[in-house]
């Protein structure tokens, strides 16, 4: 059997009041959860979590998601790299 891997992609959040920006990642790779968090332009702080199965694990990767859109970050867009 081949390992879950996928990745939330970049989620942004603007500061409105000083315009300092957060940035989000999350990735699964079977049973663990990946979390890299920080300050735009800082390298940020990473932690990872295990969980028993990795139904579990994507369960929890699809809640932090979900929380971190209500606290109003946003996806990254896509930058188009034709040229």
Do not use: C, D
Not at 32 to 43: A, N
Not at 72 to 77: A, E, R, S, T, V
Request: aromatic share 8%.
């Amino acid at each position: 059997m081949g390992t879950n891997s996928k990745s939330t992609g970049q989620l942004i959040q603007v500061n409105p009041i000083n315009g300092t920006q957060q940035f989000w990642n999350g990735e699964l790779n079977g049973k663990s959860v990946t979390i890299h968090f920080g300050k735009v332009g800082t390298p940020g702080h990473r932690g990872s979590r295990e969980f028993p199965s990795a139904n579990a694990a994507e369960q929890f990767l699809a809640l932090r998601v979900r929380q971190k859109l209500e606290e109003g970050y946003k996806p990254l867009p896509l930058r188009n790299n034709r040229r």
